[in-house]
């Protein structure tokens, strides 16, 4: 049973920081691309940042230069680095598998999401 568990979330002031970290259990993580996601509230889920199973990354520009993504395939954890928060960036925040190496957009599982709340 393949598992997805984000931690990390909270409530932040503007341009401060915070590290999420997704745990993942029930497959060979090492094998699979992840990503994260986001939605806010009235709108649709979006790519966040994403991870191939070598370790190449892609941004959603909104994020870029701000947020990095990582993984750690010894400890089955991928992470995002989200510095200079801004109001925008809250929303919640899912971490995902991909069904391949790399980043295609076709997610097989999902985390269960953990709130990020960025104040002005």
């Known amino acids: 049973q393949v598992q997805l568990v984000e931690s990390g979330g909270g409530l932040v002031q503007a341009g401060g920081s915070l590290r999420l970290s997704c745990a993942a259990s029930g497959l060979t993580f090492g094998s699979y691309a992840m990503g994260w996601y986001r939605q806010a509230p009235g709108k649709e889920r979006e790519l966040v940042a994403a991870?191939?199973?070598?370790?190449?990354?892609n941004y959603a520009d909104s994020v870029k230069g701000r947020f990095t993504i990582s993984r750690d395939n010894a400890k089955n954890t991928v992470y995002l680095q989200m510095n200079s928060l801004k109001p925008e960036d809250t929303a919640v925040y899912y971490c995902?598998?991909?069904?391949?190496?790399?980043?295609?957009?076709?997610?097989?599982?999902w985390g269960q999401g953990t709130q990020v709340t960025v104040s002005s």
């Open positions: 995902a598998k991909d069904r391949t190496r790399w980043q295609t957009g076709q997610i097989d599982y």
């Open positions: 991870i191939s199973s070598g370790g190449i990354t």
